[in-house]
DNA sequence: CCTACCGATCGGTAGG
DNA sequence: CCTACCGATCGGTAGG
């Protein structure tokens, strides 16, 4: 009866050290983490960790995989809808920005510790990783067959412009302050779609 | 006769200590590189590098610093000229990218990694940073007063847009090969600044 | 730049 | 989940 989800959901013993888990690793990075920080975070001391988890790097697995998931689940249904190019991708990066607010630390874990994984977690998450930039390049892909996006664009590097942006976001939202995630949301969008249009 | 700068110009022990450092901290992170690891890349024992060094976060700020320093230099005379608003805004990208290209690593860690930086060199490290962002602030803000920009456009957002993709480059660019760093340039120029013009 | 070492902290475990 | 601990590694130093 236990799910494969992440924290929030479970708020059992697991959830709080994979929550406290998230946000150290969002804050301090991966390797500048400690079990220990963990355990003083949850409450618990340092070896009692170990009654709920396997390793560090198995938290991290978790933590990225369950991350990248939310991702993908708010972005591709809008991905494979019937709308325009631009409609869908505004859209998605409105979505994209609405998980990365629900939990930036999340998000953080999932675009930007994921290369501190072991060799034999790093591929699976790559593939994740690629299979989400895969939705935002058909979009662009359709959109130039379309005729309604700019035919030079180059797709990767358009994409991993926008999804740079995208990602960067947590790193300077918080220290803002006057303005609202589906603000910033809406002037992201405007700034980058507005240069992919024909 | 020593002089203040990093790297490359000081080809002796202090040159390769910074060098290693710049790279490792630019590719598993400054919590995720010991100083036996520098020293391994060096070649020399650990405890061999305090005869030039006085620690392991005075080599963070220095690689920070002069990193910084290098992008203001690039950029500080462009967004000075004389030109209009979006043809110093081009040249200004591509002159990130090509400082970017000259050391993608130094680029991580003069960007990324300054976070991990201790409280008395955090302040000035941020201060160094805000006044880089500040030359893209200002020919934003000219671009709008002169009627050539979109004047909805919230500048702040606009520019930290901007720079979280241009900053995003040394995350992908190496595992891409086809695409020299002129042609990402000039492709990530158009697609941001096709995004705030009229 | 090496030898030899310091106390602190690391991820993780056995046994209860 | 605690007690008690493991060997390994950490940043850094004294003395030459």
Do not use: C
């Amino acid at each position: 009866m236990s799910n494969g989800d992440v924290a929030e959901r479970d708020s059992g013993p697991l959830g709080a050290i994979t929550s406290a888990a998230m946000h150290l690793f969002g804050t301090q990075g991966y390797t500048g983490t400690s079990m220990r920080d963990i355990a003083s975070t949850v409450g618990v001391l340092p070896g009692s960790l170990y009654a709920h988890i396997r390793s560090k790097e198995a938290l991290l697995v978790d933590i990225v995989t369950d991350g990248i998931g939310r991702f993908q689940r708010a972005v591709q249904p809008i991905a494979l809808s019937k709308q325009s190019a631009t409609e869908r991708m505004r859209r998605m990066i409105l979505a994209h920005v609405e998980v990365v607010s629900d939990n930036p630390e999340r998000a953080q874990v999932a675009f930007h510790q994921w290369r501190f994984l072991g060799p034999d977690s790093l591929a699976p998450a790559m593939t994740l990783l690629h299979g989400y930039e895969d939705l935002f390049v058909s979009v662009v892909r359709d959109g130039i067959a379309d005729g309604i996006l700019r035919p030079d664009l180059n797709i990767r590097i358009t994409v991993l412009s926008m999804l740079g942006a995208l990602n960067s976001i947590p790193e300077w939202f918080s220290s803002q302050g006057s303005l609202s995630m589906a603000d910033i949301g809406n002037v992201v969008a405007d700034t980058l779609l507005m240069g992919i249009q024909i």
